[in-house]
C-alpha cells in the first residue's frame, strides 16, 4: 500500500493504473482544481501506457510544476486519510516530509493526518479507504 509517497505495511493494497497512492491523487487534485485545470485524471488519463504503474510522486511533481508555470506558490495543503487499518499514525511524520520534498516546499507547509471511521461504512469495513485534500495557493 502507498500513502503520501511511502511504502506502509499492510496486507492489503489500492488497485489502480498507477501505483495506486490515493493520498497523493487527491493532493494532485486539490492543487488543480485549485488553478481550475480539471482533474488528475484529465491530465494523467488511466487509458495512457504512459502512466501505467508510474509512481504517484512524478505526477505531484509534474502538477506543482503547473502550479510553479501558472505563478503560483504552495501556501499550505492538508491531507486526511480515512483508513480503518493498517494504522499509520507512526508514518506521517515521514509521509508529510516525502510531499515536501517532491513539492519543494517546507515540511511545515504540509500537513497529514490519519483517522479511521470507527468500523462505520465501507472504509470501516475495511474495504477501501477515503482522502481529503485540500490546497492553498498564492501569487508569487
Known amino acids: 500500500m502507498w500513502l503520501c509517497g511511502l511504502r506502509v505495511e499492510s ?4 488497485v489502480a493504473h498507477s501505483d495506486g497512492d490515493v493520498a497523493i491523487h487527491a493532493l494532485c487534485d486539490a492543487l488543480l482544481g485549485a488553478l481550475a485545470l480539471g482533474d488528475i485524471g484529465h491530465l494523467f488519463p488511466d487509458t495512457s501506457d504512459e502512466f501505467a504503474g508510474i509512481d504517484s510522486k512524478i505526477l505531484l511533481a509534474r502538477v506543482m510544476k503547473l502550479v510553479h508555470e501558472q505563478g503560483w506558490e504552495l501556501a499550505n495543503a492538508d491531507i486526511t486519510i480515512a483508513l480503518q487499518a493498517p494504522k499509520i499514525a507512526r508514518y ?3 509521509m508529510r516530509e516525502c510531499l515536501a520534498s517532491v513539492m519543494e516546499v517546507d515540511v511545515s507547509l504540509v500537513s497529514v493526518k490519519a483517522t479511521t471511521t470507527e468500523r462505520l461504512g465501507f472504509v470501516g469495513r475495511g ?3 477515503e482522502v481529503w485534500a485540500i490546497a492553498m495557493l498564492c501569487k508569487k
Open 92 to 94: 506521517v511524520p515521514a
Open 127 to 129: 474495504e477501501g479507504c
Open 11 to 14: 496486507a492489503v493494497g489500492f
